[in-house]
């Protein structure tokens, strides 16, 4: 295995953090030689430092699109936090609903790894606006940083263990057999959920209108305290009043600062 030196590590590491936010301590050092040796190897370098290089002579977006699936952890799984879900569901749908007047929901899953999230907002969405749903617009914006995690997501092919947490009622409704392991969301839900590359890094996002919910779970957890408050900032400006923000139950903000009011756990709301 090639080594990675300490000037290496801060090297790439440093890399990181300005292009995708994600804050890379000194115990990771044997995590990111792992995850990146046999690319420098296949690529007939020498060390991290011409892998460094290369990555930022790269003109194609290729190299960075490995880079980055090689760095990012894509770990997620269906019902993952499941109060948050039942909240949205139970209490969320029905404050927002009704201030709604051009019958345009706008909800935004900022991390959505492999799918599992939007899938299940779908879901959601389509058993609680049921003989409604034709004169709605519900369709879930889901944006990841790794272009392989969407990949799999816009397939929406999950085996059967997979989708274990997932209730017989949604199985039935939402999903078919593909084969003896795999079941696959139906074009019908595959359609209700528009998958797009972002980087949260990015200074700015193109979006032309303020969404009614955002979940970002799970992934400022991999940022430093400023990286996070930037990203929480943008975050405000891009929710209507009254919207929601879902963060994971691993991250909390700062109360004293920000200028989200404090719903419950992991729960914040734009007033």
Known sequence: MIAITDKEFKLLSEFIQK????????????LLTGRLHKVISELGLKNFTE????????????????FVDKITTNHTFFMREPDHFM???DQVLPQIKPRIKDNDLRVWCAASSTGEEPYTLAMILSDYFENEKMNWDTKILATDLSQSALETAKKGVYSSERIDPLSNQWKLKYLSKLDANNMVFKDSLKSEVIYRRLNLMDEVFPFKKKFHVIFCRNVMIYFDVPTKETLVNKLYDLLEVGGYLFIGHS????RETTRF????PAVYRKI
């Open 19 to 30: 292009n995708y936010g994600i804050h890379l301590k000194k115990e990771k050092q044997t």
């Open 51 to 66: 892998y460094h290089e290369y990555l930022i002579n790269d003109k194609t977006g290729l190299a960075l699109a490995v």
């Open 87 to 89: 909240y949205f569901k």
């Open 251 to 254: 991250e909390s903000l700062n």
């Open 261 to 264: 009011k404090y719903i419950r």
